[in-house]
């Protein structure tokens, strides 16, 4: 028999309420007064009947990040259990994510399940891709930034720091010194494609197969550089290619099925760690004439990404 894990999750809400607890717990649990930096709150209407007949209430609060606020609440003591009900208490709008306490303490906590919708400073790494390349406006990075910064001129951010050509591995090394003095509290992932490209020497007697085995480490390397600033990790996955057109490019070779497996691994990584993946894929399924090369997305196809994009995280 599997021992229960003892898990922290901090509220500043219902689940502070001991009526609560017993509804979902079974019994009021140990709790100790806690503060949350560098967030705020805003409410959120209700529409579960459930989740209102266990508060009482039809507006609960979400949290909202702004440097210089804090929140004050409670972390509360759980077991795998425990932690199994809260998840199911909340509704689909919340999401449940890795945060730091005042304290310095890492615990989990109930955000926005739309990952850029609560942000204020959003840091992007990346690849070409990201950078916007074919797209003299800045690709789809650059449409968020423009309406992102529109939004609140005053105190919204975007930096974009993708480099074209870089991979994970690049991505997860050079980020940590990046990130201080743009004080994010999002950071926004969206590389991989050229970790599943192949020399063409290599890619003439390869056969696909699973995405790199160093996915996980990398990912967990940036999951802990953005936990170590109090920013949301946000994975945004590869786009559609045309892989007819991507057969020599640059003396490498992608593949639809490479890039297939990598998109399956960045989600699976994700769901596995509670970390939110935004998947591209779709905007650009099957519409070739939306890239410049067979990969890179034309000016309209970086709009598409990012209407989608939009959709997925605001």
Not at 1 to 29: C, I, K, N, Y
Not at 167 to 191: C, K, Y
Not at 256 to 267: E, F
Request: proline content about 6%; aromatic content about 6%.
């Amino acid at each position: 028999m599997t021992e229960s894990r003892p898990h922290t999750l901090f509220s500043f809400g219902t689940l502070m309420d001991e009526r609560v607890q017993t509804a979902l717990f079974g019994r009021a649990v140990p709790t100790a007064p806690a503060s949350l930096a560098g967030y705020t709150t805003r409410p959120l209407p209700i529409t579960d009947p459930a989740v209102i007949a266990a508060s009482g209430l039809d507006v609960h609060l979400t949290l909202e990040r702004k440097i210089g606020a804090a929140v004050e609440g409670a972390v509360l003591h759980l077991t795998d259990q425990d932690l199994a009900a809260a998840d199911a208490y909340e509704v689909d709008d919340y999401a449940r994510r890795r945060v730091v306490l005042t304290s310095g303490e890492s615990t989990w906590a109930y955000l926005d399940a739309k990952p850029l919708r609560s942000a204020q400073r959003i840091v992007i790494v990346g690849d070409s891709i990201a950078y916007g390349r074919c797209d003299p406006r800045g690709g789809w990075a650059g449409h968020l930034a423009a309406a992102h910064i529109a939004g609140n001129e005053a105190e919204h951010r975007v930096f974009n720091l993708a480099i074209p050509g870089s991979t994970l591995t690049d991505i997860s090394e050079q980020t940590p010194a990046l990130l201080g003095p743009r004080l994010p509290d999002t950071l926004l992932v969206a590389a991989g494609i050229n970790d599943s490209a192949l020399p063409l020497a290599v890619a003439e007697t390869h056969v696909d197969g699973p995405a790199p085995a160093h996915l996980a480490d990398r990912l967990g390397s940036l999951a802990a550089t953005a936990l170590g600033h109090n920013a949301r990790l946000v994975v945004a996955g590869p786009t559609w290619i045309d892989e007819a057109r991507t057969r020599d490019y640059e003396g490498l070779r992608f593949t639809r099925a490479r890039a297939l497996d990598l998109r399956a691994s960045l989600r699976a990584w994700c769901i596995g760690n509670h970390v939110d993946f935004l998947d591209m894929w779709e905007p650009l399924r099957e519409k070739s004439e939306l890239l410049v090369d067979g990969l890179h997305p034309t000016p309209e196809g970086h709009e598409a990404v990012y209407r989608h994009l939009n959709a997925l995280s605001r």
